[in-house]
């Protein structure tokens, strides 16, 4: 039994009131060659005993992060993230995945909301804070736009450092809100000098630290040089852990922060769900897109927490907004606010020290082996090596003896000509056993 | 007495000498109610008739003020900055938004006077 309201009547109805004879007439302006002329070949329907076992079947298949040595990061780090993390997020004073739109009855989610703004001020460095945003890739976006608005200008700079995928998101959003983009060649190398690409029309110049390629950089001539030419400077931030060992963007003059947030509360999850960090400088506040939640005082004097600034969003003035999200990564948040409040400032310096620790050991065992050379003069958890060969087949091979080994950058950057590059990542979740099993492996597969 | 005249979106003009002064009318004031943030425009900068020059956000509402006038902004009152609430105590007179010099004074002919806009108000209710 199929349990569709309509019947045939009424969609003939339907039909007839807009004026077309079938539903596929609804679908004419999509391309011919993109439409599928077939059934999907998907099997027949089953018992629920039949698709277990067929699915768990599909699932083994799959190498889990947590079963073998596991150095694979690039924008999504695997942590160890507290029983207690999710135990509390699914009580259900807390369990939605969005931010409530009466928001001011539900109290405890805005104080959510509230200390997780002040959680990332404080980690970034910067003064105020937005409730989330969907991820890394789409903060960036919209931190360009932003700095578009702030500035009048419409030409941003993107540094040979950010993530491929950050600069592809970027690139989308600009090509359809009449942004500019000027961006640098990848930087393996982290010698870039984005100095000269600036001038007086530069709307911003985005950096990520640590760069995708790992490496470490002062930012502070950089942000001077942005400022003196009336420019912003965006900083993302795609390994939260970093900035418990690193000074953060603030304290080195970012204008806008932004970061992903899946490192701390969050699984891996396939890529998603996952949480945008987004900070700025609290003159810039009103061209912040995003939920922010404020703190104030009841009629009686008692604490209390709302909704502010929502006059910005896009519910109250539509197409003026400063953006289209009209929500934020609440789930996600109270996951990253919670694992946060659990390690503490000096747990996370911990954690952070602990993470460094281990992309040191396993960055010089991969340097013992011939022919193996690491290419950062700094780094947080992440590094780049250059391998003898091409990168991605030395990463399947050592996958089918059971490491999955780190990035093939060429995966991300299939033209750049950096096909003997492989990014490394390590976190307190890597074991001496792992970058042992790791060393080994990659010296024989190698020899 | 110089003289001010209105447009059906609640902004007022005040021409002296070159140059006009452009508010947003007591009437605005009293819909949008408590103003809390002024976004205005860049001195320098060339607005259209009918184009967005500046922002006024209210506990309620966000809303844009359009230029009654083709025109260069040539000065910003940034008083309204720190006290945007000058809107609420004196709409048409400390509280205006920009002054701009025209590019066709002849433009402001085809607004309403005072007398019209009231009558205009009238209608509305």
């Given at each position: 039994m199929r349990y569709l309201p309509h019947t045939a009547q009424d969609r003939r109805a339907m039909l007839q009131t807009i004026g077309v004879?079938?539903?596929?007439?609804?679908?004419?302006?999509?391309?011919?060659?993109?439409?599928?002329?077939?059934?999907?070949?998907?099997?027949?329907?089953?018992?629920?005993?039949?698709?277990?076992?067929?699915?768990?079947?599909?699932?083994?298949?799959?190498?889990?992060?947590?079963?073998?040595?596991?150095?694979?990061?690039?924008?999504?780090?695997?942590?160890?993230?507290?029983?207690?993390?999710?135990?509390?997020?699914?009580?259900?004073?807390?369990?939605?995945?969005?931010?409530?739109?009466?928001?001011?009855?539900?109290?405890?989610?805005?104080?959510?909301?509230?200390?997780?703004?002040?959680?990332?001020?404080?980690?970034?460095?910067?003064?105020?804070?937005?409730?989330?945003?969907?991820?890394?890739?789409?903060?960036?976006?919209?931190?360009?736009?932003?700095?578009?608005?702030?500035?009048?200008?419409?030409?941003?700079?993107?540094?040979?450092?950010?993530?491929?995928?950050?600069?592809?998101?970027v690139e989308t959003q600009s090509r359809f809100l009449d942004g500019e983009i000027v961006a640098a060649a990848p930087d393996a190398t982290g010698e870039e000098d984005l100095l000269a690409l600036i001038d007086d029309e530069t709307a911003c110049v985005?950096?990520?630290?640590?760069?995708?390629?790992?490496?470490?950089?002062?930012?502070?001539?950089?942000?001077?040089?942005?400022?003196?030419?009336?420019?912003?400077?965006?900083?993302?931030?795609?390994?939260?852990?970093?900035?418990?060992?690193?000074?953060?963007?603030?304290?080195?003059?970012?204008?806008?922060?932004?970061g992903e947030g899946q490192s701390l509360g969050n699984a891996l999850n396939f890529g998603g769900p996952y949480l945008g960090l987004f900070a700025t400088r609290e003159k810039f506040v009103r061209q912040m897109p995003g939920r922010?939640?404020?703190?104030?005082?009841?009629?009686?004097?008692?604490?209390?927490?709302?909704?502010?600034?929502?006059?910005?969003?896009?519910?109250?003035?539509?197409?003026?907004?400063?953006?289209?999200?009209c929500t934020n990564s609440g789930l996600c948040s109270l996951a990253f606010t919670i694992h946060l409040s659990l390690l503490g400032e000096d747990g996370f310096r911990q954690l952070a020290a602990l993470n460094h620790a281990r992309a040191c050991e396993a960055a010089a065992r991969l340097a013992q082996i011939p022919g193996v050379s690491v290419l950062n003069n700094s780094f947080f958890n992440e590094f780049t090596v250059r391998l003898p060969r091409a990168a991605a087949g030395v990463v399947d091979t050592l996958a089918e003896?059971?490491?999955?080994?780190?990035?093939?950058?060429?995966?991300?950057?299939?033209?750049?000509?950096?096909?003997?590059?492989?990014?490394?990542?390590?976190?307190?979740?890597?074991?001496?056993?792992?970058?042992?099993?790791?060393?080994?492996?990659?010296?024989?597969?190698?020899? | 007495m110089s003289d001010v005249r209105f447009t059906k979106d609640h902004e007022w003009v005040r021409l002296e000498g070159d140059t006009a002064t452009i508010g947003i009318s007591e009437y605005a004031q009293e819909q949008l109610g408590d103003v809390v943030f002024i976004e205005l425009p860049t001195v320098g900068a060339d607005v259209e008739a009918g184009g967005d020059a500046a922002v006024v956000e209210s506990v309620k509402a966000a809303s844009e003020v359009y230029s009654p006038v083709l025109g260069r902004i040539v000065e910003v009152n940034d008083d309204l900055e720190a006290t945007p609430g000058l809107v609420n105590e004196s709409a048409e007179d400390e509280g205006w938004f920009w002054r701009m010099e025209l590019s066709d004074p002849d433009e402001l002919e085809a607004l309403m006077t005072a007398k019209d806009y009231k009558a205009f108000l009238e209608g509305l209710d």
């Open positions: 004879n079938s539903v596929d007439d609804l679908f004419v302006d999509v391309p011919r060659s993109a439409v599928l002329a077939k059934p999907v070949d998907l099997p027949d329907h089953a018992g629920e005993l039949a698709v277990e076992r067929t699915l768990s079947k599909m699932a083994a298949r799959n190498v889990a992060a947590g079963t073998v040595p596991f150095f694979v990061g690039g924008g999504a780090y695997r942590h160890h993230v507290p029983a207690a993390v999710d135990h509390l997020i699914q009580r259900s004073e807390f369990l939605t995945a969005y931010t409530p739109y009466q928001p001011e009855i539900s109290q405890g989610t805005l104080q959510v909301l509230f200390e997780f703004q002040t959680q990332v001020a404080l980690l970034t460095g910067m003064e105020v804070a937005n409730a989330s945003m969907y991820d890394g890739a789409t903060a960036c976006a919209e931190a360009v736009l932003m700095a578009n608005r702030l500035t009048r200008r419409r030409r941003a700079v993107l540094s040979g450092g950010l993530h491929p995928q950050y600069r592809a998101v985005v950096v990520q630290n640590p760069t995708f390629f790992g490496h470490l950089h002062d930012l502070r001539k950089l942000a001077e040089v942005c400022h003196a030419n009336g420019a912003l400077l965006v900083v993302a931030v795609t390994e939260t852990v970093s900035l418990g060992a690193v000074t953060s963007p603030g304290a080195m003059g970012a204008d806008i922060v932004v922010l939640c404020g703190e104030t005082v009841d009629a009686d004097g008692r604490r209390g927490f709302v909704l502010t600034l929502s006059t910005r969003e896009q519910h109250i003035r539509r197409e003026k907004a400063t953006s289209n999200i003896r059971g490491v999955l080994a780190g990035i093939p950058v060429s995966r991300l950057l299939p033209a750049a000509g950096l096909d003997d590059l492989m990014l490394v990542a390590a976190t307190e979740t890597t074991t001496e056993e792992d970058v042992a099993a790791f060393g080994d492996a990659l010296a024989e597969v190698l020899r | -």
